[in-house]
Nanobody, 124 residues
Framework: QVQLVESGGGSVQAGGSLRLSCAAS????????MGWFRQAPGKEREGVAN????????DYANSVKGRFTISQDNTKNTLYLQMNSLKPEDTAMYYC?????????????????WGQGTQVTVSS
C-alpha cells in the first residue's frame, strides 16, 4: 500500500506561481512512478506530469511544457510540482498518484494510488 498527501494548493492571479508537494509513504515498489493529475469541474481527470523515480525520466502534458516542473526529493519521499506562468485554465483539483511503472502516456487508469487532492485556482 502507498499513502499520498498533497499540499501547497491555493489561489493565485494569472502569471503567478505555486509549488505543490506530495508526501509519500508505504511500499516503494508501488510508487516507482509518481505523477500529477488534475481535474476541473465537469471535465475528465488529465495527466500533467510524471517521473520515474529510479531514473528521473520525466514526461509532461503539452499544455504545461515549459511552465511546470516535476521533481522529487527521495530523502524526504516527497514529490513536487513547480507551476509557473499560471493561467486561468490551470484551475483544477490537483492529485498526486503512484504506479508500479510509468505508462507511456499520462493515463490516470494506469495509477493505483491517489492522494486526496489540493485545489489550485487561478484568477484572470
Amino acid at each position: 500500500q502507498v499513502q499520498l498527501v498533497e499540499s501547497g494548493g491555493g489561489s493565485v492571479q494569472a502569471g503567478g506561481s505555486l509549488r505543490l508537494s506530495c508526501a509519500a509513504s508505504g511500499s516503494t515498489y508501488g510508487r516507482r512512478c509518481m505523477g500529477w493529475f488534475r481535474q476541473a469541474p465537469g471535465k475528465e481527470r488529465e495527466g500533467v506530469a510524471n517521473i520515474y523515480v529510479g531514473t528521473g525520466r520525466m514526461d509532461y502534458a503539452n499544455s504545461v511544457k515549459g511552465r511546470f516542473t516535476i521533481s522529487q526529493d527521495n530523502t524526504k519521499n516527497t514529490l513536487y510540482l513547480q507551476m509557473n506562468s499560471l493561467k486561468p485554465e490551470d484551475t483544477a483539483m490537483y492529485y498526486c498518484a503512484a504506479a508500479y511503472t510509468c505508462p507511456t502516456v499520462l493515463n490516470p487508469r494506469e495509477y493505483s494510488y491517489w492522494g486526496q487532492g489540493t485545489q489550485v485556482t487561478v484568477s484572470s
